[in-house]
């Protein structure tokens, strides 16, 4: 993925995608790809968004809409909630599930 030239917000942004690629799936579209085809998009007054790279979808956000799939079983992957102070219950993801919640 190329950083330079990005806006410092996008540097910041917590839903970037990971500096190591990795598979990934859309929960909108469910197109899989490399997280580091993941692209910046500016949208106006909201400022902008990591969005996913196929064209009409509307997904938006490494570990929100976006997430790491096993690249042998196609299935999600285990993930840990951002928030330390989650419950422990809250902050994981069985990879058995299709969606998150």
């Keep these: 993925m ?3 030239g990005l806006p410092k917000e996008a540097l910041e942004d917590c839903f970037r995608p990971p500096s190591e690629p990795c598979l990934v799936r859309c929960l909108h579209c469910g197109q899989e790809y490399s ?3 993941i692209v910046w998009r500016e ?5 902008g968004f990591w969005c996913c790279p196929v064209e009409g979808c509307d997904g938006k ?3 929100f809409d976006i997430h790491p799939i096993d690249g ?3 299935e999600f992957l285990d993930w840990e909630d951002c928030d330390e102070e989650a419950d422990e219950s ?3 993801w069985d990879a058995g599930n299709d969606v998150p919640w």
């Design 2 to 4: 190329i950083m330079w």
């Design 90 to 92: 809250e902050g994981t």
């Design 35 to 37: 997280s580091d085809e």
């Design 72 to 74: 042998f079983s196609g």
């Design 61 to 63: 956000g490494y570990t």
């Design 43 to 47: 949208e106006g007054a909201d400022g």
